[in-house]
């Protein structure tokens, strides 16, 4: 365990925001953690477990503690004609585990390559790309809970996933720590192939009977286009969720846009907060420091010092905005503190 005070997180969060730790704790091994749990007093002061720092917005110096998990391990625990278990600790980079998975032509979070962050944060918000999502390969989640102090493991269907959404983000709030995600990766895999441009662009490099690692390749190109890289320009990734909303209110926006695009998922419509954004006049806006990206405006950019404030502040406007043109409230899908 390392303890470090007033400890600037300007490196371990996506947006830059320059902004300092009251403490900031590296922990090292699960057994390392369990120790920590057991000797602090965790209802003194604010505890966060910081990842990779790329789904949050800091609005202002942490008056607390901040965990990082720095271990790191990955093992195959078992496996049968059909798939293998693949172990991961929290703290591993989770493109390191995609290239992992993609190198032993194991298939199932092979479109999910390039997302920035830890293993650990990931079941949080089920994260998803390109037609996949955490959820689809996911075996299981062993984590601490935190007022009993004993590792604890949830199945998939434990963990209530849904659309950047999971048990972790309700009931269990706060009472625990992710150690380690278990998935279930499959030999021969069904490949997605039909998520916007993934087809087309195999096409265009000429594969028609593509491998996992192509499908990752050709993620990897996509993205490198489309999605500004935070160690370039500061970001979290889509800064809201794509909003679901009832067939009234898509029947009004159909009337006045008839190519709105739109998906529909567990029976209700969704529909692209880009395009909300993009038709509100806000594609590439900028106000000083902060703005939407150029090619994908549901991506929020500190263009250089912008503060954690300046982003939110920016944010709230896009959002109002919004509001005002199509009565949409966005929800943010980034974890503001
Ligand atoms: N669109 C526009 N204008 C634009 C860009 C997009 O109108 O400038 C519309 C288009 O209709 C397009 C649709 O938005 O078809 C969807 O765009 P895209 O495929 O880029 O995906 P997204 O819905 O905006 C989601 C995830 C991303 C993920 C991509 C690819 C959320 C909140 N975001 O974005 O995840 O990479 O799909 O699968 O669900 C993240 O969560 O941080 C993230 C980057």
Redesign the pocket.
Known sequence: MKLFENYSLKNLNTFHIDVKAEKFIEIESSAELLDFVKNYDMNSKNILVLGGG??ILFTKDFDGTILHLTFKDHQEISENDESVILEADAGMNWDDLVKYSVEKNLGGIE?LAM?PGAVGAAPI?N?????QELKDSLFEVEYLDLSEQKFKTLSNEQCKFG??DSIFKKMLKKNFIITKVLFRLKKNPELILN??NVLSELKKEGISNPTIKDVSNIVRKI?TE??PDPNQIGN???????PFVDEETFQKIKNEFPDV?YFKQDGKIKI????L???SGL?GFRKENVGTY??????IVNYGKATGKEILDFAMFIRQTVKNKFNIVLEH?VIII
């Open positions: 790329s789904n479109n997302i918000q994260i998803g790309a390109y037609g659309y950047r998520y916007g993205r489309k999605l979290a990734g889509s800064f809201f969720k794509n695009p692209p907060a880009a395009w954004i993009e038709k594609k150029p090619n994908q405006p549901l991506v899908e």
